[in-house]
């Protein structure tokens, strides 16, 4: 393999990776509040993904209007979701929360099959998106530079929002020590809220450039991706924004990479990513840059 082919993978493994930070925040963020892994949250991505292909091509919206509805009807999904689903277990056994997150997924999926059908649909792919790109010799698409830089972008705001905003500060207070914090006069129904809703929308995003990399939606599109997020939350630390976006670049990388070195076990790839969680879980639980978690009481 030459320098160009080299290069030519690692930007396919950082958009890869991208899309796999995106969403395992979702499920770094969501556990680091309420000790929860919400096993929906790539179904909400899924949700996401057809709010936004029905705003182009029922309503005829503009794709990026379409878009930003499809993000923000997704994030108003989350919230729903935990107002019904969660809330009202929030002081039940972690066991019973998980099972009900396992069954949210389920809902969520066979509400997509019933209402939007099984059949596979082509996601519409704008034009600019979809513009051959030669840099260097190394060809790429339009998105598979866009789908970085979107990341990126939202990755600052998000770090923003938690490190430099007085909900940010709420949130991790919450992350904390929920009981204390809740003494101290903060709404933490309203906290875990605004986490699910931004977790959501996160999900919504990277869904919406998932199916512009990979441009065919179902109802079941989320499940792999989702996985996957997860792993890379548990890779780099969950409970860690730092850690979920490391394990999502480092998962993606890893994939595509091993793809282009060794296509001859490139169909393991999965189950590589399979082995990479059983092994953080044996070796370094708390993940790459995660902390001991203590018990809240």
């Known amino acids: 393999m030459g320098i160009i082919d080299l290069f030519q993978q690692l930007a396919n493994g950082l958009s890869l990776g991208s899309l796999y930070a995106l969403v395992a925040i979702g499920y770094t963020m ?6 929860l892994i919400n096993f929906a949250h790539g179904d ?5 993904c057809y709010l936004a292909y029905f705003g182009v091509l029922m309503f005829h919206l503009p794709w990026q209007i379409s878009w930003i509805l499809a993000v ?20 039940a056994p972690r066991i019973s929360a998980l099972i009900t997150a ?6 969520l999926e ?4 019933v209402i939007f059908g099984g059949r596979p649909r082509a996601f519409p792919r704008p034009a600019i998106l979809d513009i051959g790109i030669n840099v260097g010799g190394v060809y790429m698409i339009s998105f598979t530079l866009l789908i970085p830089l979107m990341t990126g972008l939202l990755l600052l705001g998000l770090i923003y929002l938690v490190y430099r905003t007085k909900i ?3 949130m991790r207070a919450v992350a904390t020590d929920i009981e204390t914090t809740s003494l101290m006069g903060v709404d933490v129904d309203k906290v875990i809220s605004f986490t699910f809703a931004v977790g959501s929308a996160l999900a919504a995003a990277g869904g919406i450039m998932w199916a512009i990399k990979f441009p065919q939606i179902n109802p079941y599109m989320g499940i792999m991706p989702g996985l996957k997020a997860f792993i890379a939350a548990v890779f780099g630390g969950i409970g860690n924004i730092f850690g979920a976006m490391l394990g999502g670049f480092l998962l993606g990388m890893i994939e595509i990479l091993i793809v282009a070195f060794m296509p001859s076990i490139a ?3 999965d189950a590589i990513a399979f082995s990479i969680l059983v092994a953080v879980l044996l070796f370094k639980p708390t993940g790459l840059l995660g902390e001991t978690l203590r018990e809240k009481v």
């Not at 935990?82 to 809330?87: F, Q, R, S, W």
């Open 102 to 107: 396992i069954g949210v997924s389920f809902l």
């Open 30 to 35: 969501v556990y680091g509040i309420i000790r």
């Open 267 to 269: 169909g393991y790839r």
């Open 168 to 170: 940010g500060m709420a």
């Open 72 to 91: 923000s009807l997704t994030s108003l999904l989350g919230v729903s979701i935990y107002l019904g689903a969660y809330k009202p277990l929030r002081r």
């Open 110 to 113: 066979s509400l997509g099959l």
């Open 44 to 48: 909400i991505m899924m949700i996401g």
